[in-house]
Nanobody
Framework: QVQLVESGGGLVQAGGSLRVSCAASGRSIRSYFMGWFRQHPGKEREFVAGIHWSGSTRYADSVKGRFTISRDNAKNTVNLQMNNLKPEDTAVYYC?????????????????WGQGTQVTVSS
């Protein structure tokens, strides 16, 4: 079983940057497809970014060019660097992983979830 713990959320002004991190324990996530999702109040969880074990990445159109996902398999961590943040990026951000190494943006297909970290962007 894998446990995921996010950290690094907080409050930032529009145009600023934040880095959220996800630390995994219990098992190596080296072969897992890892993703970041976010959830706005009253909305369904949405895909933000994902990274394959090979390092290839996928991004939602709304964050492309502003967010960067990375992984450190030696440290069993996944990070999301968020630049040029906008008020609409305000949400709870979740780290997720799936046993299957293939990409998917559907939250229903992920097996492991962190507890979430709040990111708030003020205008």
């Amino acid at each position: 079983q894998v446990q995921l713990v996010e950290s690094g959320g907080g409050l930032v002004q529009a145009g600023g940057s934040l880095r959220v991190s996800c630390a995994a324990s219990g098992r190596s996530i080296r072969s897992y497809f890892m993703g970041w999702f976010r959830q706005h109040p009253g909305k369904e969880r949405e895909f933000v970014a994902g990274i394959h074990w090979s390092g290839s990445t996928r991004y939602a159109d709304s964050v492309k060019g502003r967010f960067t996902i990375s992984r450190d398999n030696a440290k069993n961590t996944v990070n999301l660097q968020m630049n040029n943040l906008k008020p609409e990026d305000t949400a709870v951000y979740y780290c997720a992983g799936r046993d299957d190494s293939a990409y998917t943006s559907g939250w229903q297909h992920y097996d492991y979830w962190g507890q979430g970290t709040q990111v708030t962007v003020s205008s």
